[in-house]
């Protein structure tokens, strides 16, 4: 089973940066898939980032381009959100989540298609 931890959240102003991290136990972690996702107050959990197992390739929502960026350390099992450009529609609690049986290059998009999932970290962005 599959553990993952996230921390790196709180309170920032518009604007500013804030890196997340995912620390995973229990599995292949070099062979995961890795997403994350956000939760907005009375909204639907929705896609933010996404990397490949072999680190390769990556995705992103069109909101978060050019701003967010989604890295991973195979070496110390995490993966990373730098989040610079801090808007306050950012503020959400965020969720990395993992899957196995991944494609080289693959990234994956929607909830369905993950199997393990973090407790959330919440990011605050005030204007």
């Known amino acids: 089973q599959v553990q993952l931890v996230e921390s790196g959240g709180g309170l920032v102003q518009a604007g500013g940066s804030l890196r997340l991290s995912c620390a995973a136990s229990?599995?292949?972690?070099?062979?995961?898939?890795m997403g994350w996702f956000r939760q907005a107050p009375g909204k639907e959990r929705e896609f933010v980032a996404a990397?490949?197992?072999?680190?390769?390739?990556?995705g992103y929502t069109d909101s978060v381009k050019g701003r967010f960026t989604v890295s991973r350390d195979n070496a110390k099992n995490t993966v990373y959100l730098q989040m610079s450009g801090l808007k306050p529609e950012d503020t959400a609690v965020y969720y990395c989540?993992?899957?196995?049986?991944?494609?080289?290059?693959?990234?994956?998009?929607?909830?369905?298609?993950?199997?393990?999932w973090g407790q959330g970290t919440q990011v605050t962005v005030s204007s």
């Open positions: 989540a993992a899957r196995g049986n991944a494609g080289y290059t693959s990234t994956y998009t929607t909830r369905a298609e993950y199997y393990y």
């Open positions: 229990g599995g292949t972690f070099n062979y995961y898939a």
């Open positions: 990397i490949s197992w072999s680190g390769g390739s990556t």
